[in-house]
Structures are given as C-alpha cells and as structure tokens.
C-alpha cells in the first residue's frame, strides 16, 4: 500500500497516453478551484513573482497547485522545486503530479522526471539530485543543508552540491518554479533564509535567482495571520492571489461541515512530571509506554467498540485509528460481537512477537488490501487501522472518523480528520463530517493538538509547554514548597502569584517517529511566559529595546545553540534587572522564550493580565482564623466551606487537593503573624497580636547537616519526598538561632503543616502524654501509603519520634492486622491502650481498611 520514493521516477509520457487511451478521465475542479487557477495565470505572467494560495484543510490545494503547474509550467518546460516541512506532504504531492502526468498537452512533453528528497531512507538522497529532474520534491531542512552546505574537497575547495547544480541549471534558463507548501511556516529563520535571505552572511534562492517564481499554499486565512506580517510579506512579497473561505466552501457542498464530538471513556490514567516535560517541551508526544497503557485497556477498549455499535446508525460508515496491532484485533472482535455480525476489520504492517497466533494466522498476506477494498465497496462499515489511512487513500464517502487516544502532533491530527472532509459534491454524500475524540482522565492538564481545532479546521500553531492556568498552578506550588521549605515568610502568598502571560510564538526544530525512523522538521510553537508584577515594567522595557535595536540574530534561528542562548539572557538580565532580582534558570528561559519570539517575529508577544488573582489573595480568612483562635479541626472546616464554594473553583484548579490549599493558608498565617508583606491588606489590621520574629532563610551549611544526620528523611513519618527544615520552638516568639542544627528537624511538608506551631520534637523518644486529640489528627491525602499515614498518626499521637517499626498489609483490605512497634518507654498501657479503639476508627475513616492494631514495645 505504500509507493517506494528512493529514486528518480520517470514517466514516459507518450507511452502513458498509448496505455490510458480511452481510460484516463481528467479530474474536473471545482469553481474555486478553476478561479484560483485562472488568477494564478494571469498573476504569472511575468517572471519574478511571488505570492500565496489560501485554500481550507481539504479542498484541494495539492490538486490545484499541480494541475497548473503541469499546464502552465512543467509543460513550458520550467522546472519545480516543491518545498514542505514534512515528508508526508511531499509523497501526497508526488502522488498526485503521478495521477495527473497527463494533463501535459499531447506534443509538450515526452519524458518526466520526478525525484522526492528527505532525511527519510524512505526518500531518495540530497546527492542523487540531477539537473535533468524535472521536479525536485524536497523537505525544507534537507533543502537549508544542500543550499549552506560548506564541505570542501580535497584540495579545500567548497563542494557544489547536486542541489546548486540544479537551481545554477535552471537559473540559466530563468525557469524554475518554486512552491512551498504550507508558506505560513516561511517566515522561520531556516526557510526564510533559504528562499530570501536577510540574516548575517545568508544569501537566499531568490536573492540569487531573482527571476524564479514562488508560489505558497496555505490553509491558514490571511485575515486572521497577524503574527506573521513581519516576514510573510517579504517572502511573499507580491501578496495573495486567491483565497476560498471555508464557510463558502460547506455551504457550496465541497467540504463536509465537521461536527467534533469529545467523548469521556471516564477512565483514569496517570503521566509523571518527568514524562509530561518530555511530551509538552521536547517530543510533543505521549510516551510509549503511557501509549501501550491506553491500547492495552480491555476496559477502554471495550467502551469504544459499544460506543459504535449504539451509535451505528449515527456514524456508519466509520474510520478508527488506533495505536496498536492487537488494539485492532480487540476492537474488531468486540465491535463484530456486539453487532452480532462481520461489520469491522482491520490492516495494519508491523507485528511485533506476540502469542495471538490464531488471529494473525487467519490473515493472509494481501489481507490489508482485502479489507480495505471491502471497506470502499461498503460490505464493511468500519475500518480499523494503525496509521495506515492517514495519506494517500481516498475513500470519500467515510461520515465518521474515530480518534480513539489524544494526539500532540498536529501532523497526525490533520491526516486522520481530512479522511472524512468530502462533502456531497465531492462525492463523499453528506454534509456534516463526524470527528470523535475519546478523552481520558488525566491527573495533569495536557492541551492535546485536538483541542485548537475545535470549532474550525484551519492549520493552527502547536501550543507548546503549559496552558496559562496549569503553568500559574506549577509554577505558584513550586514557589510556596521553596518559601516554606526555606522557611521563608517575607512575602504573602498573593505575591508569589504571577501577575500575567506573554503569548509568545516562535520555531523550533521538531523531532517525530514516522515508520520507526526520526524524521526532523521546524514547527510553530505557542508558549505563555509568566511575569510577576516587579518584572513587568521591566520586561516591556526589554521588549521595546530589542524591537528597536535588533538584538543578536541568534533568536531568529529555529536550532538555537542552548548554551550561547543562556549566556546571552544572562547579560540582558545584567543589563536590564535590578540586583534584587536574582538570576535564576527560570528568569533566563522566559528572557529566551520571548527573545525568540521577538528575533522571528519582529512584533510584540500580547500580554493577558490574570485577572482572576484577587481571588488568591487569603490575608483576610488569615487573620479571620488568627483572631478567632480556631481549634484544628474547626480551622478545617472553615476551609473546606472556602474551597468547596461554588464560586471559588479558581481554588480547586490551583490546588487539586485540599490538603495543598491548607498549606497556602498555614503559610499566609505565618506571614501575618510575623509582619510579612501583602500588597492588597494592611498588614496592621490586627495591632494587638503580637508579632513573630521574621526569619531568615536556614543557611545551606546547617540544612545539609540537619537532613544528613536525620538520615535524609521525615522524622515523624519515614517520607524521603518534599523534605522541608523545620524550626523546634515551643515559643513562637522567641528569635532563634539559626545556626545550631540541634534547633531543627527534618521533616515532609504533611507533618510540618500537622506539627503547626507546636513544639514537637520528633529528634526525642521520651514520651509524655498526648499533647494533641486524636480526632484533630490531620486527614491523609487520598495517594498516601498507609503505612506513611498510621507512622504519622502514632508519632503525633505522642507528639515525639515513638514507631519504630510498622507492618501493613494493604492487601488483605478488612482482613488485615496492622503491627505497630514503638520504641521502649511508650507506656502502651497507660497511652495508646485506653484509645485504641478510636485510632482505628479514625484510620478506617480515612479509607484504610483493616480489622485490628497490634501495638508492641520494641
């Protein structure tokens, strides 16, 4: 099913015609397209222009872009360069120059010659090019590192490369048309450069051949490019020759009007933070192993397959894509099960080891061919595939398409919804395109490349790294662990929110898995860029200055060289941030982040204020708790009524648990009581508390001694995550000093909010009576292990260091008996004994199960 591209292709033309005499039926355009072919005849009439085609997702701009090429160029005998960023482009546009050879006029031509470059061994290679081709289909990066190539020969002399050849050829002849597919894309450094120059010591195509011709195709309307007008015009100087409007072409019947449909499986999967930096600012992609997670899901699975068969009436005839061979055998089988009949099948190429030999026994070797010949001719309704049908495969009249895992590649996302584009009069017998996400729960926000196409089809900028609120939400939660960590109460909470977001856009050089081979291409990418309100002033400062000095050209470039980038950022932050404003690896990625926008974009990224603020501002509920003296478990509830209120959701999108809502207000309290700064509360509300001494950061000397000799790990409940410092005083009011390690303690930040201001001591084992009831024991987080929770729940029982050892068996649920060994000395008799009953009512209420505690001096 997929056509070889490793060398030239030729087309003996006449031969052509002898064979297809009496067969070959031309394609005829549709009024859009003969209008834009009609404009571009008279737009071409002299040498040297360059203008763009806007066309939508699916209405032919590859067919019409060919079709007036062969008739107006190629049959001239003027050659074709076709630029793209992808590989799967350029074999769709080889494809349909192949399908359409014989749109030549009769007498024009007698051999073509057609060769498809890439990085790809799927592609023939950048020194197989020759001068006789007669269209050059090439990546844009494969194209940049033939045209700068600087390798010298023996005798160190610079090397022409084939591809010189062949423009220096054609430049003879002033006949070479160049086009480049999705141009929106151009005005990055690489491609740019490539085809106009304007950077230090770049000469571009044009620039050399001036007489050549550009032609851009692009689905993205100019009307709403603001972010391009920089380069774009300059590239594409002699503007738009004809644009269609989308809406005009659904209500013309061409294209089908897409109806997306987000469908929530309500099952729940988990991405770690480090495989989540990975996808959002490296790959862009889900990790296989989190892909191999979702395919192997019966449960997942099972709900798709049903989901169809309920709906079948509605979808008919259906396009699933999937991720896995096996996840299209367990789709299959289920689909036909429930319809009672043979109405799905499958194809799919690669098979890794696997022990369903039956199933694959049963497929013989065309049988990828069979199904999907069944499925054109309808005595199939759905077809499940593995990336098979995302090119090259007409099947119009498909209503439906099934997106069964959420996708980052925006590559991918277009393919698989343009399979079910055709409107009625492009012989596909609808008018509304059914597009069907299948969307999981996630325990982190991850803005899939679906999402930006919600509501039009238009190409769209991948948006790159966190969505404006998650960022503030990892960003604010960051900043509060290293205050209290630090011990660090200066600021109040609401000023360790940032105030706002650039909206910054840029290239950057984009690796995807195609067929098991890296293929590498520049993207567009969308970031937000925090600013916190002592930096704004200053940023907008740094912005105006670099747009009116034109600051080092390194930010132009799609490849950024990391280290010379962070080099740079730290002398701009030199140059332009007070001394208070201490440099960090976080300040130096924003300056970079924006800097690039700036060097490629040439326009200021717009900024979007955080409106929503105010409501994270807790300096009034703080001093509310502080003077009405709360007891614990009365300070709780009076939370939860906060971050539970309806109109506070703002919280529980910034805190996704309680018990880091509770941290903020423990913290804002602290600040309070000791004099820290709030911007929107005067800090003297309450003149007759009396103060705490404000501390100064625990010097790193001390820390290190402190987590070393507690073993590197929380006293009071073994965690060895999100280790914090903490001050042992019984008065609050007592200035310490803060470089004797015996003064502190390690602990979690769990048990640092549960000791609060007392003055537990979880370096000593003697025991007295309990200094803290039971039931004000702080509740365990819904992911806590048990045996963390209950090592917790006993040591502040007795308010010091008392378990030593604890046994749960978390998986004989009621059954279980949970051994607890404390330390000689805990008089179980006269302590723990008398309450033994509610310490186990209070663990089976936090949803631990067991039967029994056994308690035992050890």
Same mark, same amino acid.
């Given at each position: 099913?997929?056509?070889?591209?490793?060398?030239?292709?030729?087309?003996?033309?006449?031969?052509?015609?002898?064979?297809?005499?009496?067969?070959?039926?031309?394609?005829?355009?549709?009024?859009?397209?003969?209008?834009?072919?009609?404009?571009?005849?008279?737009?071409?009439?002299?040498?040297?222009?360059?203008?763009?085609?806007?066309?939508?997702?699916?209405?032919?701009?590859?067919?019409?872009?060919?079709?007036?090429?062969?008739?107006?160029?190629?049959?001239?005998?003027?050659?074709?360069?076709?630029?793209?960023?992808?590989?799967?482009?350029?074999?769709?546009?080889?494809?349909?120059?192949?399908?359409?050879?014989?749109?030549?006029?009769?007498?024009?031509? =007698?051999?073509?010659?057609?060769?498809?470059?890439?990085?790809?061994?799927?592609?023939?290679?950048?020194?197989?090019?020759?001068?006789?081709?007669?269209?050059?289909?090439?990546?844009?990066?494969?194209?940049?590192?033939?045209?700068?190539?600087?390798?010298?020969?023996?005798?160190?002399?610079?090397?022409?490369?084939?591809?010189?050849?062949?423009?220096?050829?054609?430049?003879?002849?002033?006949?070479?048309?160049?086009?480049?597919?999705?141009?929106?894309?151009?005005?990055?450094?690489?491609?740019?450069?490539?085809?106009?120059?304007?950077?230090?010591?770049?000469?571009?195509?044009?620039?050399?051949?001036?007489?050549?011709?550009?032609?851009?195709?692009?689905?993205?309307?100019?009307?709403?490019?603001?972010?391009?007008?920089?380069?774009?015009?300059?590239?594409?100087?002699?503007?738009?020759?004809?644009?269609?409007?989308?809406?005009?072409?659904?209500?013309?019947?061409?294209?089908?009007?897409?109806?997306?449909?987000?469908?929530?499986?309500?099952?729940?999967?988990? #991405?770690?933070?480090?495989?989540?930096?990975?996808?959002?600012?490296?790959?862009?992609?889900?990790?296989?192993?989190?892909?191999?997670?979702?395919?192997?899901?019966?449960?997942?699975? =099972?709900?798709?397959?049903?989901?169809?068969?309920?709906?079948?009436?509605?979808?008919?005839?259906?396009?699933?894509?999937?991720?896995?061979?096996?996840?299209?055998?367990?789709?299959?089988?289920?689909?036909?099960?429930?319809?009672?009949?043979?109405?799905?099948?499958?194809?799919?190429?690669?098979?890794?080891?696997?022990?369903?030999?039956?199933?694959?026994?049963?497929? #013989?070797?065309?049988?990828?061919?069979?199904?999907? =010949?069944?499925?054109?001719?309808?005595?199939?309704?759905?077809?499940?595939?593995?990336?098979?049908?995302?090119?090259?495969?007409?099947?119009?009249? %498909?209503?439906?398409?099934?997106?069964?895992?959420?996708?980052?590649?925006?590559?991918?996302?277009?393919?698989?919804?343009?399979?079910?584009?055709?409107?009625?009069?492009?012989?596909?017998?609808?008018?509304?395109?059914?597009?069907?996400?299948?969307?999981?729960?996630?325990?982190?926000?991850?803005?899939?490349?679906?999402?930006?196409?919600?509501?039009?089809?238009?190409?769209?900028?991948?948006?790159?790294?966190?969505?404006?609120?998650?960022?503030?939400?990892?960003?604010?939660?960051?900043?509060?662990?290293?205050?209290?960590?630090?011990?660090?109460?200066?600021?109040?909470?609401?000023?360790?929110?940032?105030?706002?977001?650039? %909206?910054?856009?840029?290239?950057?050089?984009?690796? =995807?898995?195609?067929?098991?081979?890296?293929?590498?291409?520049?993207?567009?990418?969308?970031?937000?860029?925090?600013?916190?309100?002592?930096?704004?002033? #200053?940023?907008?400062?740094?912005?105006?200055?670099?747009?009116?000095?034109?600051?080092?050209?390194?930010?132009?470039?799609?490849?950024?060289?990391?280290?010379?980038?962070?080099?740079?950022?730290?002398?701009?932050?030199?140059?332009?941030?007070?001394?208070?404003?201490?440099?960090?690896?976080?300040?130096?990625?924003?300056?970079?982040?924006?800097?690039?926008?700036?060097?490629?974009?040439?326009?200021?990224?717009?900024?979007?204020?955080?409106?929503?603020?105010?409501?994270?501002?807790?300096?009034?509920?703080?001093?509310?708790?502080?003077?009405?003296?709360?007891?614990?478990?009365?300070?709780?509830?009076?939370?939860?009524?906060?971050?539970?209120?309806?109109?506070?959701?703002?919280?529980?999108?910034?805190?996704?648990?309680?018990?880091?809502?509770?941290?903020?207000?423990?913290?804002?309290?602290?600040?309070?009581?000791?004099?820290?700064?709030?911007?929107?509360?005067?800090?003297?509300?309450?003149?007759?508390?009396?103060?705490?001494?404000?501390?100064?950061?625990?010097?790193?000397?001390?820390?290190?001694?402190?987590?070393?000799?507690?073993?590197?790990?929380?006293?009071?409940?073994?965690?060895?995550?999100?280790?914090?410092?903490?001050?042992?005083?019984?008065?609050?009011?007592?200035?310490?000093?803060?470089?004797?390690?015996?003064?502190?303690?390690?602990?979690?930040?769990?048990?640092?909010?549960?000791?609060?201001?007392?003055?537990?001591?979880?370096?000593?084992?003697?025991?007295?009576?309990?200094?803290?009831?039971?039931?004000?024991?702080?509740?365990?987080?819904?992911?806590?292990?048990?045996?963390?929770?209950?090592?917790?729940?006993?040591?502040?029982?007795?308010?010091?260091?008392?378990?030593?050892?604890?046994?749960?068996?978390?998986?004989?649920?009621?059954?279980?008996?949970?051994?607890?060994?404390?330390?000689?000395?805990?008089?179980?008799?006269?302590?723990?004994?008398?309450?033994?009953?509610?310490?186990?009512?209070?663990?089976?209420?936090?949803?631990?199960?067991?039967?029994?505690?056994?308690?035992?001096?050890?």
């Amino acid at each position: 099913m997929t056509t070889q591209y490793k060398t030239e292709y030729k087309i003996d033309l006449t031969h052509e015609r002898k064979v297809r005499q009496g067969n070959y039926i031309s394609r005829l355009p549709f009024p859009h397209q003969n209008n834009a072919m009609n404009l571009m005849r008279d737009f071409y009439k002299a040498s040297g222009k360059r203008g763009i085609l806007v066309l939508p997702t699916g209405s032919g701009k590859t067919f019409t872009a060919v079709l007036w090429l062969l008739k107006n160029a190629i049959a001239k005998n003027v050659k074709v360069l076709w630029l793209a960023d992808q590989g799967f482009l350029l074999e769709q546009a080889f494809d349909t120059f192949k399908k359409n050879c014989l749109e030549i006029p009769e007498n024009k031509r =007698e051999i073509l010659q057609m060769r498809l470059v890439s990085g790809s061994t799927r592609h023939a290679n950048g020194n197989s090019i020759s001068i006789h081709d007669d269209i050059l289909l090439m990546t844009a990066q494969t194209a940049i590192g033939y045209w700068d190539s600087n390798n010298l020969d023996d005798n160190g002399k610079k090397i022409i490369t084939p591809f010189h050849k062949f423009l220096e050829h054609a430049g003879k002849n002033e006949s070479l048309f160049i086009v480049y597919d999705e141009a929106h894309h151009t005005p990055a450094f690489g491609r740019r450069n490539l085809l106009i120059g304007g950077s230090k010591e770049k000469t571009g195509i044009l620039e050399k051949y001036p007489n050549f011709n550009l032609l851009g195709l692009t689905a993205t309307p100019t009307y709403t490019n603001v972010n391009q007008r920089g380069w774009l015009w300059e590239i594409f100087k002699d503007g738009v020759i004809f644009e269609a409007r989308k809406k005009d072409l659904e209500d013309a019947g061409i294209l089908a009007m897409p109806n997306f449909k987000s469908e929530k499986t309500q099952f729940n999967f988990e #991405i770690s933070d480090s495989d989540i930096e990975k996808m959002l600012i490296k790959h862009q992609e889900l990790p296989q192993h989190i892909i191999d997670e979702l395919a192997k899901n019966e449960g997942r699975n =099972e709900y798709i397959a049903k989901y169809y068969v309920d709906n079948l009436s509605i979808f008919g005839k259906t396009i699933i894509f999937v991720d896995r061979w096996y996840q299209c055998r367990t789709i299959e089988n289920k689909i036909n099960r429930e319809a009672g009949k043979v109405i799905a099948a499958s194809i799919f190429s690669y098979v890794e080891n696997s022990r369903s030999i039956d199933y694959l026994n049963s497929r #013989i070797s065309n049988q990828n061919d069979i199904n999907l =010949e069944k499925f054109r001719n309808g005595e199939i309704q759905v077809l499940l595939n593995v990336r098979m049908l995302t090119e090259g495969v007409d099947v119009p009249d %498909v209503k439906t398409v099934f997106i069964t895992r959420e996708t980052n590649s925006k590559i991918l996302f277009t393919q698989m919804i343009g399979r079910a584009l055709r409107g009625k009069k492009a012989g596909g017998e609808k008018d509304i395109a059914n597009i069907v996400f299948f969307v999981d729960n996630w325990n982190r926000h991850i803005q899939f490349a679906g999402s930006n196409f919600v509501g039009g089809l238009e190409d769209k900028k991948i948006e790159r790294g966190y969505r404006p609120y998650e960022l503030i939400r990892i960003d604010l939660i960051d900043r509060l662990n290293f205050a209290i960590e630090n011990q660090n109460y200066e600021y109040s909470f609401i000023e360790l929110v940032a105030s706002g977001w650039y %909206v910054v856009t840029y290239n950057d050089v984009h690796i =995807e898995e195609v067929e098991g081979q890296e293929e590498k291409s520049s993207e567009t990418f969308t970031e937000n860029v925090l600013v916190y309100e002592n930096e704004k002033e #200053i940023f907008e400062i740094f912005i105006g200055d670099f747009l009116e000095q034109n600051k080092d050209y390194i930010w132009e470039k799609e490849e950024l060289d990391k280290s010379e980038a962070y080099k740079i950022a730290k002398e701009f932050i030199e140059e332009y941030f007070p001394s208070s404003i201490v440099s960090s690896e976080s300040l130096e990625m924003r300056i970079i982040q924006i800097a690039r926008h700036l060097g490629q974009n040439r326009i200021k990224p717009e900024f979007f204020n955080f409106e929503q603020k105010k409501d994270l501002d807790f300096r009034s509920h703080a001093i509310s708790i502080v003077e009405r003296d709360l007891r614990r478990s009365e300070e709780e509830e009076y939370l939860k009524n906060i971050y539970y209120s309806e109109d506070k959701s703002l919280l529980r999108v910034v805190f996704h648990e309680f018990e880091k809502f509770q941290d903020a207000f423990e913290y804002e309290i602290k600040v309070f009581k000791r004099g820290g700064k709030n911007s929107n509360t005067d800090t003297t509300a309450n003149p007759g508390f009396q103060k705490e001494f404000p501390k100064r950061l625990v010097p790193e000397e001390v820390r290190r001694r402190v987590f070393s000799r507690d073993g590197y790990k929380c006293l009071c409940c073994g965690k060895t995550k999100n280790l914090q410092i903490d001050h042992v005083v019984a008065n609050k009011y007592e200035e310490p000093n803060d470089d004797n390690p015996e003064l502190y303690q390690t602990l979690c930040g769990t048990c640092n909010r549960e000791k609060a201001a007392n003055g537990f001591n979880y370096k000593h084992t003697k025991f007295d009576e309990s200094k803290i009831a039971v039931r004000d024991v702080l509740k365990a987080s819904k992911s806590e292990e048990p045996i963390y929770y209950v090592t917790r729940l006993i040591n502040c029982y007795y308010t010091t260091s008392a378990v030593h050892k604890t046994m749960v068996d978390a998986k004989n649920q009621g059954n279980s008996v949970w051994k607890i060994g404390v330390k000689l000395g805990a008089n179980i008799n006269n302590n723990m004994a008398k309450d033994i009953n509610a310490l186990i009512d209070i663990i089976r209420n936090k949803g631990y199960k067991l039967k029994n505690i056994e308690v035992t001096e050890v």
